[in-house]
């Protein structure tokens, strides 16, 4: 009986042959096409040896071929009659070199220059006729080797007609007419040839020089030579845009550029050099020219030549414009017809022009504008720097002037034009900031133009829309808001509206608060008004940094940092330059430590409030200095009065407690006494007054718990200092009477505290004893020559050192030990000097070599043991 499978399984097992018999075919496929593309011959337009069957893709003879799986290659067939013929030719090519260079060498002085010029025509026209009958034969390779040759030998026949025919002509303008002649030549010859890719780029390159050697040879002033080099870059420009290869265009590129750059050059040197406004408009007129060629050719290039094409164009256009009036213009005014003419360039947002070469002028006028301010930098410099010169004769009497105070010599007269440079773009930004709206539609035609993808949209067409939104790239989504307005959907990569807003705010105030300070350098005001209005400047900033606007989207956040951070340095400024006078010093450093104050208390943010605290800090300790060099004291009696913020600043501290404020004052208060006890060095018992004083201090600041760890170990620490600076001073000689007393009580308080509680730590309990008796007396033991004295502090650390490998507690170990190598370092070291004198100098060499490779050879074992007494000492206690 059949049996008969139900439906459901037959119908899987069906579904299971059909799979494998679709697998079977489609192997079968890639064999086959496999074998195909075996059998079919080369392409014939294929380089020689070039083969690619050979990486599994289909031959270029049938595009529609299947593709071959990677891996099966097929066998190479035997070298074909063209690969054969390719190296004969090349071997006979390589013999005719040898041939041409042996008669060159051996037959050629035999021979009249009629005879080389007939040799050399002979020659060159076989290697310019020669290429033509390669490329028939497919031999491309080949006819780019002759056709180099045959580009050379032209040259030489030039030569050889100037040196037969026309000796007696100029030199420059037989090469102006050769060149012309050899790019008409080789341009014809390109052409023809197509498959060369020689011919065209040499053209080029030969038709740089054809007007410029000609201008030279007829002696031609320098704004023909320009007109000469701008018509040759104009050439090249139109040969880049419609040149035939790519070699061809990327030569006529770069020819262009050098060509174009130099017209400009001799187009601006004649214009900044020019007499009067009459002198200027020859070469305006030919910067403007090169302007209107830059700009056509950015209409066409792409994007990053046609923003190079715009930059080019508009520091052109500044150049001509601005050249005109500067020439009637005396020598530090001169820069603010070049500003005009690049604001004016700002226009160009309202124009037709594309938006890669519109926003190229852009950036034009905004680097002319850069440059203004680079120029205005070493005045601003001058004045923000030159008050450090009144450090060393501080208080010598005032000034008569603001630029006596500086005592810098720059030539002010020709910075005469800088404050108005910054107060104009100052003012500039500052509107572009307080007016964002309206400059954003200005600009916004500019933007649209930009807009990726949308190249025609100079000519009319919509600016390409932003996925799935169909609004415009820079609009932020459907509801339509553009990043520059502070949409909250910005496109990616752009800064934000509040950014750049921001950013306009900040550099306006910066620059507005630079062009203050500049104007009172130029007009050289009384020193008084500079002080005084120094000052101002600063406190201005303050409140500008106190009472900016809130919130985010309109970059006031960055307009108040960077007031922030410009007002400490206009403070410092400010402050270097009353110290010309002790009355302004009091004035201005007084006036500053209550503007400071004032703003730390008005402040929002924590960081804005430490910043202003901390300058108020500073200002105070400055005070107490001035007022104990008012009043006749040496700097090391002045060192405790100085001492006064630190302690004021610990009580402002315990007040404000967890204030985020709090600890910048108190670690300014604790630089001002680190600068007390500076000016105390030179004076042991001052410099013992003002450790105990700064000990004062720092126990008081133990008093509050979170300040406890720090201040009380540091408290402890001054204390001992003080301590052993004065018994110095006293020229104590046998320390230990003073440290025994204290060492004896503190070694049985700390054996009680372990005895009570094991496991406190040895560093705890004996620690501080041992620490006060072994260091002072291991520092006089290395100034002792006398042998006593170190005899017994070694038995001392020994008896210690032995105490903590027995009772395993770690304090004991490493006190005593590292005292014992101490003192035994010392005794040791004559004898070791005394060794190494009377060894040989390639010895201890050797030794440290010989050690390490010991160490190299036993590493693990080393870093093994390392390990082990790590452990080993931290199971200490």
Known sequence: ????????????????????????????????????????????????????????????????????????????????????????????????????????????????????????????????????????????????????????????????????????????????????????????????????HLPLPAAVVLGQWPLLFGAWAAGAPASVVGWALLATAVLDGAIALWGRGTGTRVTACVGGSVMGASALLVGLTQSVTASGPLGALAPGALLLTAAAAALAGAWRAPRGVARAGGVVAGLAVVAAVGGVPAAALPEGWRVLAYISAALALTAVVRTGLPGNAALGVLVASAAVVAGALVGALPGLAAVLLGPVTLLPDAWAGPEEGFRAALGSTLPWRELRAAPVVLAVTAALLGSAYRWWPSWVRIAEPLIAREAPGAGATAAGAPAAAAPGTGAPWYAGGPAGAPWYTGGASAARGRPSAAALRGAAGAAAAVLGWGALLLAGAVLDVPYAVAVGGETVLVAGLLALAVHGTDGGRDGSA???????????????????????????????????????????????????????????????????????????????????????????????????????????????????????????????????????????????????????????????????????????????????????????????????????????????????????????????????????????????????????????????????????????????????????????????????????????????????????????LGRMR
Not at 157 to 183: I, N, R, S
Not at 611 to 636: M, W
Not at 762 to 785: C, E, F, I, K, R
Request: hydrophobic share 55%; proline share 8%; aromatic share 6%.
């Open 1 to 196: 009986m059949e049996h008969v499978l139900p439906p459901a399984e037959e119908l899987a097992r069906l579904d299971r042959e059909l799979a494998e018999l679709d697998a079977r075919r489609a192997q079968l496929l890639t064999r086959r096409a496999w074998l195909l593309a075996a059998l079919r011959p080369p392409a014939p337009s294929a380089a020689p040896g070039w083969n690619p069957s050979a990486w599994g893709a289909p031959g270029t003879g049938r595009p529609d071929a299947p593709a071959r799986p990677w891996g099966l290659v097929p066998p190479k067939s035997p070298s074909a009659p063209r690969g054969a013929q390719n190296v004969l030719l090349t071997l006979g090519g390589l013999l005719l070199t040898i041939a041409a260079i042996a008669f060159t060498l051996v037959s050629w002085g035999s021979m009249g220059i009629g005879g080389r010029s007939a040799v050399l025509a002979l020659v060159t026209a076989g290697a310019l006729a020669a290429p033509a009958v390669l490329l028939k034969r497919g031999l491309t390779a080949t006819a780019e080797a002759l056709t180099a040759l045959a580009l050379v030998l032209t040259l030489l026949d030039a030569y050889a007609v100037h040196a037969v025919a026309a000796p007696d002509t100029d030199g420059l303008g037989f090469a102006a007419v050769a060149a012309a002649v050899l790019a008409a030549l080789w341009t014809g010859y390109g052409l023809a040839l197509g498959r060369l």
């Open 558 to 872: 960055a307009v108040r940092g960077t007031a922030l951070v410009v007002a400490p340095a206009g403070a410092v400024s400010a402050g270097l330059l009353s110290l010309a006078s002790e009355r302004a010093s009091y004035a201005v450093f007084g006036a500053l430590a209550a503007l400071f104050a004032g703003a730390a208390v008005r402040a929002r943010g924590g960081v804005p409030r430490a910043v202003f605290a901390v300058a108020a800090t500073a200002g105070c300790t400055v005070l107490t200095g001035f007022a104990g060099r008012s009043l006749g004291l040496a700097p090391h009696e002045a060192a405790p009065l100085v001492l006064l913020v630190p302690a004021l600043t610990v009580l402002l501290g315990a007040g404000l407690r967890r204030d985020p404020v709090a600890p910048p004052v108190e670690l300014t208060g604790a630089l001002g006494a680190l600068v007390a006890v500076g000016l105390a060095v030179p004076d042991a018992p001052f410099l013992a007054l003002v450790l105990a004083l700064c000990g004062v201090l720092a126990a008081g600041a133990a008093v509050r718990p979170e300040r406890r760890p720090v201040a009380g170990h540091l408290a402890a620490a001054l204390f001992v200092l003080a301590t052993w600076v004065r018994l110095g001073a006293s020229e104590v000689s046998f320390p230990e009477a003073y440290t025994l007393p204290v060492t004896v009580p503190a070694l049985v308080a700390g054996f009680l505290r372990r005895r009570k509680d094991p496991e406190a730590s040895s560093w705890t309990a004996y620690g501080p004893g041992l620490a006060v008796t072994l260091l002072p007396s291991l520092a006089v033991a290395w100034t002792d020559p006398d042998w006593r004295r170190p005899l017994l502090l070694g038995v001392a650390a020994l008896v210690i050192t032995l105490l903590g490998a027995r009772h395993r507690l770690q304090a004991l170990l490493l006190l005593g030990g590292a005292v014992l190598a101490l003192d035994g370092l010392h005794e040791l070291a004559p004898y070791v000097v005394q060794v190494a004198g009377a060894l040989p100098r390639w010895l201890p060499p050797a030794l440290a070599g010989l050690l390490l490779l010991v160490v190299g050879a036993t590493y693990e074992q080393r870093l093994r043991d390392a390990r082990r007494l790590k452990d080993a």
